[in-house]
């Protein structure tokens, strides 16, 4: 694959609308284009053009730059402990590769410009503008202002201005270099408000710290939801108390025999906050009534149907359920349910519900009736893979999309007429567990292939037929874990299809350009390398 490198001087004072008008952009591509040199001091930005999600709006200011240097403090909006909290996450990115100490403290307007102050000034037409998570970027010669209505709009902001900094940025090691920002602006809003990644502990294990980069790799593509497949048929991830047998014996298992293990409550709630201070929300996820051998066979009162549960490492789905019938299993459920609740301050709690291949459609109505009940008895948000809109949704529930083609779209499409809102996962589009091609030693390929030209064309508010676009809550990747045993592996999937979904769900629709991404996406590959991320070269 070669791909075209568009040149970073941005001619005249284009305005870039959802990039509509780079195709005045000159283009290089073959001998043309510049290298990135390991040796070079530094190398160069590819600027507004450059950045992955494409914004809103970008206008660029020829002639004008701002540099970073020694001296600059970072200040924020007076009165914010969010605000303040960004600028410490910021200054924690920029230090280690500048060496400069980028001290963090309120702005104040009678005092010497700081170099980069990060407000909540947005007022009247402009916040409304800007919304939850938008913000609007400016660069001139004296310094950055990233201005937002709400604290998480100055988080995806600074995720911009890092975009815009040398990739040098991202080296762990100080760089002799001259920390360059084109001038211009930007203004930029999500098109989506739910946009997430999932992340499957229960497959192979991942610890909390492993979780937490992947964390910093959805805050750096202004991602908004953790999605946490918390267990399994393999193994059960989360202590719950009173439920030692969960983890003692759930959890020792997982694809392929290795060792498992599970997260503390504390783990839980750190990994949470962890998220929450880059306004990332947790959505835990709790499998039921199937994909749930590792529960029944710590506590085999969970199961009926006379089946006998044993330890499982394989990759089968649809074989296990919890027991519609009993009791015990609410009782369970309320128990299990009532505990992540309380360590989650989100609002969704996912319920799973696919693939019970093994209950009538009236057993899993009757289930899922009673765990949807117990999800609102503990003040959550009903979420499940999209198999709840065969049963009975309740009012405001959040479906999530995942089958290949079009499959089941008639279900979904009639659920979200009468109020469901959906979060589209299409696994022939956005599962990062998908092999890329024939023949890659990584990943599944029930759904098909997915090359990054396939994660990235799909257009979400036309994909199921029938289905309203205002129903559309956002979109999601989906990263499952039964080919992965380590987090090399999953970068190798995750990038660069993780910037894929990210475009789908951050970017206006008419922002979408494949040989635009193309080439952007080639752009962040010195990025990665210096941050020693992993990823696949395609
Ligand atoms: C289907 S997507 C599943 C998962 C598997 C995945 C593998 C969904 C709701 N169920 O249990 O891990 O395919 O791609």
């Keep these: 694959m070669r791909a075209a490198v568009r040149v970073s001087a941005i001619a005249g004072a284009a305005v870039l609308c959802g990039l509509a008008a ?4 000159a283009w290089l591509s073959g001998s043309d284009k510049p290298e990135h040199k390991e040796q070079s001091r530094v190398s ?11 914004p809103v709006r970008a206008q660029a200011a020829p002639g004008v730059t701002w540099t970073l240097t020694p001296d600059a403090r970072i200040a924020t909006a007076p009165g914010s402990a969010a605000a303040a909290r960004t600028g410490e996450i910021l200054a924690a990115l920029l230090r280690p590769a500048t060496g400069y100490p980028l001290p963090v403290a309120p702005y104040d307007p009678a005092a010497a410009p700081a170099g980069i102050a990060l407000l909540l000034d947005a007022a009247g037409a402009e916040a409304g503008e800007l919304g939850a998570e938008g913000y609007r ?4 010669a004296a310094g950055v202002t990233v201005r937002a209505a709400q604290p998480a709009g100055l988080s995806r902001g600074i995720q911009t201005l890092r975009q815009l900094l040398p990739a040098e940025i991202e080296s762990a090691q100080r760089v002799d270099a001259a920390w360059t920002v084109p001038g211009g602006s930007v203004t930029d809003r999500p ?3 739910y946009r997430g990644m999932s992340l499957d502990l229960a497959r192979h294990y991942f610890t909390p710290a492993e979780a937490r980069r992947f964390v910093d790799h959805l805050a750096r593509y202004k991602y908004n939801v953790l999605h946490l497949h918390l267990t399994d048929d393999q193994g059960w991830r989360i202590e719950i108390d009173g439920r030692p047998e969960l983890t003692a014996i759930g959890a020792s298992t997982q694809v392929g025999g290795g060792p498992g293990g599970f997260w503390t409550q504390d783990d839980l709630r750190a990994v949470t906050a962890y998220a929450a201070e880059r306004h990332i929300t947790v959505v835990p996820e709790i499998d039921m009534p199937g994909h749930t051998n590792a529960a029944i066979v710590a506590y085999p009162e969970l199961g009926c149907d006379d089946r006998k549960y044993e330890p499982y490492t394989g990759i089968e789905v649809g074989f296990s359920s919890l027991c519609v019938e009993s009791e015990a299993t609410y009782a369970f459920l309320d128990e299990v349910i009532g505990q992540i609740a309380a360590l989650t301050p989100g609002p969704y709690l996912h319920i799973g519900g696919d693939e019970a291949l093994t209950l009538s459609a009236e057993r899993y109505k009757v289930f899922m009736d009673r765990a949807q009940t117990i999800v609102e008895k503990h003040g959550k948000r009903v ?5 709840l809109a065969g049963a009975a949704p309740v009012p405001g529930a959040v479906l999530e999309y995942w089958n290949q083609g079009k499959e089941d779209a008639d279900i979904v499409a009639a659920a979200a007429r009468a109020g469901a809102k959906v979060v589209l996962a299409p696994a022939d589009h956005t599962y990062l567990d998908m092999a890329y091609a024939a023949g890659e030693r990584l990943g599944l390929k029930w759904a098909g292939t997915v090359d990054v030209k396939q994660s990235y064309t799909w257009e979400p508010a036309t994909h199921l037929p029938g289905l309203p676009e205002e ?10 874990g039964e080919t992965l045993t380590s987090v090399a592996d999953a970068e190798y999937l995750v990038f660069p ?3 894929s979904v990210a475009e789908t769900a951050w970017s ?3 922002a979408k350009d494949w040989p635009s991404f193309e080439a952007r996406i080639t752009e962040q590959h010195p990025r990665w390398d210096r941050a020693g991320i992993g990823y696949a070269k395609r």
């Design 497 to 499: 299809r993780l910037l």
């Design 44 to 54: 160069a930005t590819t600027g507004f053009a450059g950045l992955v999600p494409a």
């Design 471 to 480: 129903s559309v809550l956002g979109v999601e990747a989906a990263l499952w």
């Design 191 to 193: 098109r989506y408000e």
């Design 137 to 140: 970027l400016d660069v001139t």
């Design 383 to 387: 979420m499940a893979w999209h198999q």
């Design 508 to 510: 206006p629709r008419e």
């Design 22 to 25: 780079f195709g005045t952009a």
